[in-house]
């Protein structure tokens, strides 16, 4: 199969619009385009016509889809030993796929009839043959890839390397042995994983689980047969039990004796209702007869009370009497002695208000002094505040970094000893005149020294009077010096502009006027720091404090120390009637206390003896109420002896009811245990005879005995099954062993292609395959192995090509030519290897069709070949 054309519409950036690229020859054909024209997306689009089925939308179909939307379609022009075809693919709305012949114009497949023309075409889909040699932009082969693809791209290049093996038939190469393993692998399969575990759904596995049912199943049935010989025991001991429980003699003898201790309780409880009866008489005789000696006891004490209130109530009237009239005379003390304290206070106030307006004018006259004294400490304050700012720009402008300084006396240091340098390598000059010689050897104009050395830079011209113009050449400057004088003048030149100065003495000079601005600064900070130590702002917000402090009255004639005299005697006097008023303050409180307690202590004796008068009632009545309360208590204490008398006799022959009760709980409990105990075991007794009927109707034990033969038959099968695995498995590895020590001859074939596509770009270079992954696996070179994987990115990436170039020369040799499609699969090689890989194409290409995407037009433009154009297409131009 060799590709004519491609054409596709819509399809990621020609969103609307279509493009063709026509005139696919045989050989080499390239198409070298800048990046974002579009090369990549034709592979991706050519890649989906042979290899993504129309009906689906997976993601590389998904990927072809323009943002905006759409139905992306692509065409192939191909030819065929059978003819040229077009193929159409349509993906999303209005799917579809069609075959058409471009001789006859007839339509040869469409849809799913398509799809198997085209996989015929390409033998195996992406995983088969043709799928080896489109190299997708920036994936060689040798890469990581998913373990799916892996596998698909080993196949394919196994069955490449078994069908063209005709001259190898033996056992451990060949299509012989990809059989044998194939067939071995197979029946393994069936059996068991890769990892050897039993596979599931196979008859492995099948038997191991029939054997683990098995085995469970005959546990279960063992552990029934041991429940069954358990519930025989179990029931045997509960009738032997029950039958104990329900013996006639033993059951009347318990039921007698719980009606015995029934009788008993009876009695005992009548007994105690009669002793609770007789003991609440006594408790009631008892309190009739407390009642009645309390009521006579509290009228005797409550007359003899009376009598003595009636005397306590006499002496209090005088003890309130007395107090009165001492608080009379308290209190008419203590007012003169208030009255007396409240003038002094006045006096006193008058003289503190005189004194305050004497004090108020004195410290006006001592604000208004210190306001002037301020005001000119402010004047000499911004006068010094701005001599500072004047000397800080002053400053600014005359001072000189001192790292730049540092540098420029480095440079004129360095500049020093390479110009010395500088002239001890250099040509000189030097003429010592002949005494009396009348003519001078001059330099632009001026006579040279007799006896100086001239150094010469370059080509100089001096002028010899009278005879002619001398020139020298020095050649050794350049040579010498290496440019580093010059970038230190030219350096020296810059920081002196920096500077703004001729030279080195005038960047010192405006250093040493900086320093006596600084200095002068700093004087005049001094200055400012002694008359606002606060700063200036703290000096302002003082004037105006003072500046608005209030003008007091006019005090002139008043004389303040006859003030101060006659406040400090008014204060004297206060403090005098202060302390009189105070002292005669106690003695008032004293009295008012003592008439409070005296008032408080009689209304106290004439409430209790107007209570006392109250219960006793009226005097005439006493004696009579005395005597009746008399009678009255003897009659209840002679009731109450006999009442209590009554229930000791009762108490005395009291039965314990306590005991009573336990007799009785006891033998009722005997009844009762032993009734639930049998009920219990006659519902035991039926639950087993139940089980013990279900397990003999159905045979347990026979069955129990026929599953473990069973399960002894499944582990023989198990058995058997592991030992084929292993056999299998061991089958396998050896048949892979034999084909491995057979490995040169194996990879004959490719090798045989391969080794002249190396020989155009390496010397004494030759590959190892690995066996499993079927790709290169060492290169040797001068006597040495080198593993791919460490090779450079273009090593690796030649490496790839040139296998790819070698497996599409077999398939052409099986019949089954495909294109060699590389979208800039050669972005890692250096100039020298690029050129050679283009010649290992040409080579390849004399009867292999390679088409190459590239971004690369300068260097793509050297492997030739037909050039490809990709122009504008419209799907009904046919």
């Given at each position: 199969m060799k590709l004519r054309a491609v054409r596709l519409h819509n399809v990621r950036r020609f969103a609307g619009r279509g493009v063709a690229i026509e005139g696919m020859g045989d050989g080499v054909n390239v198409l070298s385009a800048a990046n974002e024209h579009g090369k990549s997306t034709s592979f991706d689009a050519l890649h989906a016509i042979f290899f993504q089925p129309h009906s689906g939308t997976p993601k590389a179909v998904q990927s072809l889809r323009p943002y905006s939307g759409g139905s992306p379609l692509v065409e192939a022009d191909i030819e065929t030993d059978a003819g040229r075809f077009r193929l159409t693919k349509q993906f999303y709305a209005g799917k579809r796929a069609g075959v058409v012949d471009l001789a006859s114009g007839r339509i040869v497949a469409q849809?799913?009839?398509?799809?198997?023309?085209?996989?015929?075409?390409?033998?195996?889909?992406?995983?088969?043959?043709?799928?080896?040699?489109?190299?997708?932009?920036?994936?060689?082969?040798?890469?990581?890839?998913?373990?799916?693809?892996?596998?698909?791209?080993?196949?394919?290049?196994?069955?490449?390397?078994a069908s063209v093996q005709g001259e190898v038939e033996a056992l451990t190469g060949g299509r012989r042995m990809a059989q044998i393993l194939d067939a071995c692998a197979a029946e393994l399969g069936e059996l068991a994983t890769a990892t050897g575990r039993p596979k599931a759904g196979g008859p492995y596995a099948e038997a191991l689980e029939e054997r683990d049912r098995l085995a469970s199943e005959?546990?279960?049935?063992?552990?029934?047969?041991?429940?069954?010989?358990?519930?025989?025991?179990?029931?045997?001991?509960?009738?032997?039990?029950?039958?104990?429980?329900?013996?006639?003699?033993?059951?009347?003898?318990?039921?007698?004796?719980?009606?015995?201790?029934?009788?008993?309780?009876?009695?005992?409880?009548?007994?105690?209702?009669?002793?609770?009866?007789?003991?609440?008489?006594?408790?009631?005789?008892?309190?009739?007869?407390?009642?009645?000696r309390a009521a006579l006891d509290k009228f005797r004490f409550t007359s003899q009370r009376a009598l003595d209130l009636k005397v306590l109530e006499a002496a209090a009237i005088a003890r309130r009497d007395e107090a009165v009239a001492v608080r009379t005379a308290a209190a008419t003390a203590s007012d003169n002695a208030l009255a007396a304290a409240e003038q002094a206070e006045m006096e006193e106030q008058q003289a503190r208000e005189l004194l305050a307006r004497l004090d108020r004018a004195l410290r006006a006259k001592e604000a208004a002094e210190r306001l002037k004294e301020l005001r000119t400490r402010l004047a000499e304050a911004e006068a010094a505040h701005k001599q500072i700012e004047d000397g800080q720009a002053a400053l600014r402008v005359a001072a000189v970094p001192a790292d730049t300084v540092r540098e420029l006396e480095g440079i004129e240091t360095e500049l020093a000893g390479l110009r010395a340098a500088e002239a001890s390598r250099a040509t000189t000059l030097r003429i010592d005149y002949d005494d009396g010689a009348g003519g001078r050897l001059t330099d632009g104009g001026a006579p040279l020294p007799d006896g100086a050395e001239r150094p010469i830079h370059g080509t100089e011209q001096f002028r010899i009077e009278g005879v002619g113009t001398l020139t020298i050449r020095s050649t050794r400057e350049g040579a010498a010096s290496d440019g580093k004088l010059a970038k230190a003048v030219e350096r020296h030149r810059t920081l002196l502009r920096q500077l703004g100065v001729e030279?080195?003495?005038?960047?010192?000079?405006?250093?040493?006027?900086?320093?006596?601005?600084?200095?002068?600064?700093?004087?005049?900070?001094?200055?400012?720091?002694?008359?606002?130590?606060?700063?200036?702002?703290?000096?302002?917000?003082?004037?105006?404090?003072?500046?608005?402090?209030?003008?007091?009255?006019?005090?002139?004639?008043?004389?303040?120390?006859?003030?101060?005299?006659?406040?400090a005697a008014a204060g004297e006097k206060l403090v005098a009637a202060r302390l009189a008023?105070?002292?005669?303050?106690?003695?008032?409180?004293?009295?008012?206390?003592?008439?409070?307690?005296?008032?408080?202590a009689l209304s106290s004796i004439t409430a209790e003896r107007a209570v006392a008068e109250a219960a006793l009632g009226a005097e005439e009545c006493r004696a009579d109420r005395a005597g009746e309360l008399q009678r009255v208590c003897e009659t209840a204490e002679a009731a109450f002896a006999e009442a209590k008398a009554a229930a000791e006799t009762l108490r005395a022959g009291a039965p314990d009811v306590d005991t009573v009760e336990a007799t009785l709980r006891r033998t009722a409990s005997a009844v009762e245990s032993t009734a639930k105990e049998a009920a219990s075991l006659r519902e035991q007794l039926a639950d087993l005879n139940g089980s013990i009927r279900t397990r003999t109707d159905g045979a347990v034990e026979e069955i129990w005995r026929e599953t473990a033969e069973r399960r002894a038959a499944a582990d023989t099968l198990v058995r058997r099954f592991e030992m084929e695995v292993a056999a299998l498995t061991r089958l396998r590895r050896a048949l892979e062993d034999a084909r491995t020590a057979a490995r040169d001859l194996y990879f004959e074939p490719v090798?045989?292609?391969?080794?002249?596509?190396?020989?155009?770009?390496?010397?004494?270079?030759?590959?190892?395959?690995?066996?499993?992954?079927?790709?290169?696996?060492?290169?040797?070179?001068?006597?040495?192995?080198?593993?791919?994987?460490?090779?450079?990115?273009?090593?690796?990436?030649?490496?790839?090509?040139?296998?790819?170039?070698?497996?599409?020369?077999?398939?052409?040799?099986?019949?089954?030519?495909?294109?060699?499609?590389?979208?800039?699969?050669?972005?890692?090689?250096?100039?020298?290897?690029?050129?050679?890989?283009?010649?290992?194409?040409?080579?390849?290409?004399?009867?292999?069709?390679?088409?190459?995407?590239?971004?690369?037009?300068?260097?793509?433009?050297?492997?030739?070949?037909?050039?490809?154009?990709?122009?504008?297409?419209?799907?009904?131009?046919?």
């Open positions: 849809a799913d009839e398509a799809e198997r023309f085209i996989a015929e075409l390409v033998h195996g889909g992406s995983g088969g043959p043709a799928g080896l040699l489109w190299v997708r932009q920036g994936i060689t082969g040798i890469e990581n890839r998913s373990p799916s693809e892996k596998e698909e791209e080993r196949k394919a290049r196994e069955g490449v390397l005959e546990a279960r049935l063992e552990a029934e047969v041991r429940d069954l010989r358990t519930a025989l025991d179990a029931r045997r001991k509960a009738r032997e039990r029950l039958a104990e429980l329900e013996d006639p003699a033993e059951t009347a003898a318990r039921q007698q004796a719980r009606a015995q201790a029934e009788q008993a309780l009876a009695q005992a409880r009548a007994h105690g209702e009669k002793l609770h009866a007789a003991e609440a008489r006594e408790s009631l005789a008892r309190h009739n007869a407390e009642a009645a030279s080195l003495r005038d960047v010192r000079e405006r250093q040493a006027a900086a320093s006596a601005k600084a200095i002068e600064l700093e004087t005049a900070r001094r200055h400012l720091a002694l008359l606002a130590p606060q700063g200036v702002a703290e000096l302002r917000a003082e004037i105006a404090r003072l500046q608005d402090l209030p003008v007091p009255e006019d005090q002139t004639e008043a004389n303040p120390e006859a003030a101060r005299q006659a406040h008023a105070r002292e005669a303050r106690p003695a008032r409180d004293k009295a008012e206390a003592a008439v409070i307690d005296a008032e408080k090798m045989n292609e391969l080794r002249p596509l190396m020989g155009l770009l390496f010397d004494d270079v030759s590959v190892s395959f690995n066996d499993a992954t079927l790709l290169p696996e060492l290169l040797r070179r001068n006597g040495q192995d080198e593993p791919v994987d460490v090779l450079s990115g273009g090593m690796r990436e030649q490496l790839a090509i040139l296998t790819r170039l070698a497996f599409a020369r077999l398939l052409a040799r099986d019949g089954r030519p495909a294109p060699v499609i590389l979208d800039d699969a050669l972005v890692y090689s250096d100039d020298d290897r690029i050129e050679k890989m283009f010649d290992a194409l040409h080579r390849q290409s004399r009867d292999q069709q390679i088409i190459v995407f590239s971004c690369r037009q300068r260097a793509f433009e050297r492997l030739g070949g037909n050039r490809l154009q990709m122009t504008e297409w419209r799907p009904d131009q046919g």
